[in-house]
């Protein structure tokens, strides 16, 4: 660039020195040339950027063949052992397909679980002993709440259909009420418990969202989060501190646009505290929330307002344990971070976020000038608590293709293991990815 306006310059002082005599033209250009110097030593003086925090651990690989349409992949880790959970569609079947890997590598069969109709999102926890893994699948033609658990040998110890049966007993199929969809669950093992959340839908159209305790297959009644009236659009279920708590955005108040957390009780299950944290004053295209415990608060994040086919800002609010100091909650651009816009639409998730001391990490899905078709990947960097870059954000390109669903689960020392899908199925069937980077 500094050549090119060097060379604009030159030729800009050749033009005018036509009718002067000709040493005035050659002091002209000698003065441009110096002046083209000058630029070059001020280009070098900017300092180069920082290298990246995280570096690429465990080779990436496909974990899904190329008959099948994956999806919706999410992660766990247990000691020396990752879980990989997603939705596998075979066409006469869809079942959600777990699968370990130790030191990166895949160890024994794939595990299926379901009745065969199974629908994402997934979501996918270790409880010490065991992985245990939500989704949603069809139950006489009605969507609910599937949960199964696998052990750390591979060996099926929950039959997802009886835990399912007992969750739809719950208070809010009560007589005379209309609500028919049990959707969009996340899974907590907290202290020996199991936490589960979900969105359950009734008419007039609303999405009221529920958190509940498993004990075996025993469940408590669901404890109501939001009012029935409400429209919920996406939640997190994460630890706190000693307890959990549920960040969920969406609808409230009939119109207004919210994000908010609830601190629950777990035994029994309760809400303790709910506090209002932003409402945004743009309406986001995607709807999309996470959290992340950092040191004793919990920072949310979301999506910023978006445009068709482009990026967005991830912003974040960070809540201390006592609660917010105010009404709504400051909120931060995280540095750096543009998420990008499926093209597709299609609910669809673009980032995803891990703990890490003093701070977090977080990747999240890119397109580089997407009305150009630019570059595509996943980025994975790591953050201070304030949203600042620890570095540079590592690029994981992948030609073609924007990565969707993007998941992370913290491993062993500075290990994070990362999964993403690829592809828009049924058009394109989807393909699943597994790989790790060293945050150190």
């Not at 997802?160 to 208070?171: H, K, N, P, Y």
């Not at 629950?264 to 809400?271: F, H, L, R, T």
């Not at 949203?387 to 540079?392: Q, T, Y």
């Amino acid at each position: 660039m500094v050549a090119r306006w060097g060379l604009c310059i030159v030729l800009a002082l050749l033009a005018c020195s036509k009718d002067r005599p000709s040493r005035d033209g050659i002091d002209d250009v000698a003065a441009a040339l110096r002046e083209l110097e000058r630029m070059g030593a001020a280009a070098h003086d900017v300092a180069p950027p920082p290298p990246p925090a995280c570096r690429e651990g465990s080779s990436l690989q496909v974990v899904s063949s190329q008959d099948v349409a994956a999806a919706s992949p999410s992660l766990a880790w247990g000691p020396g052992v990752v879980g990989l959970a997603y939705i596998r569609d075979e066409g006469p079947r869809s079942v959600l397909a777990f699968q370990r890997f130790v030191d990166g590598r895949p160890h024994g069969p794939v595990v299926d679980l379901g009745d065969g109709a199974a629908r994402d999102p997934t979501s996918a926890a270790w409880d010490g002993t065991s992985f245990v893994f939500a989704w949603g699948e069809p139950k006489d033609l009605v969507p609910e709440v599937y949960v199964g658990m696998v052990d750390a040998a591979g060996e099926v110890r929950w039959d997802a259909s009886r835990l399912t049966e007992t969750v739809q007993t719950g208070q809010w199929r009560t007589a005379g009420r209309t609500a028919v969809e049990s959707k969009d669950a996340r899974v907590l093992a907290l202290h020996g418990v199991l936490l589960l959340s979900w969105r359950t839908r009734t008419f007039p159209d609303a999405h009221p969202l529920y958190f509940a305790e498993v004990h075996g297959l025993e469940v408590s009644p669901p404890v109501p989060i939001s009012a029935e009236t409400d429209v919920v659009l996406d939640h997190q279920l994460v630890p706190w501190g000693d307890g959990a708590a549920i960040a969920y955005l969406g609808r409230f108040a009939k119109t207004q646009r919210q994000v908010r957390l609830a601190r629950v009780g777990v035994s029994p299950p309760a809400i303790l505290d709910d506090w209002l944290v932003s409402e945004p004053s743009h309406t986001p295209d995607s709807f999309e929330l996470a959290a992340v415990p950092v040191d004793e608060d919990l920072v949310l994040l979301w999506r910023g307002r978006t445009e068709f086919n482009s990026t967005s800002n991830i912003v974040f609010a960070r809540v201390g344990p006592q609660g917010l100091s105010g009404p709504v909650a400051d909120t931060t651009v995280v540095e750096g971070a543009l998420a990008s816009n499926p093209q597709v639409n299609q609910p669809r998730r673009s980032f995803a976020v891990a703990p890490y001391p003093q701070g977090f990490v977080l990747a999240w899905s890119y397109q580089d000038d997407p009305d150009r078709g630019g570059g595509s990947g996943l980025r994975i960097a790591r953050y201070h608590t304030d949203g600042s870059l620890d570095g540079s954000p590592l690029a994981l390109p992948i030609e073609g293709h924007i990565a969707r669903d993007p998941s992370l689960a913290r491993g062993a020392g500075g290990e994070i293991w990362y999964t993403y899908s690829v592809g828009d199925p049924p058009t394109e069937r989807g393909r699943v990815y597994l790989g790790s980077v060293i945050c150190e």
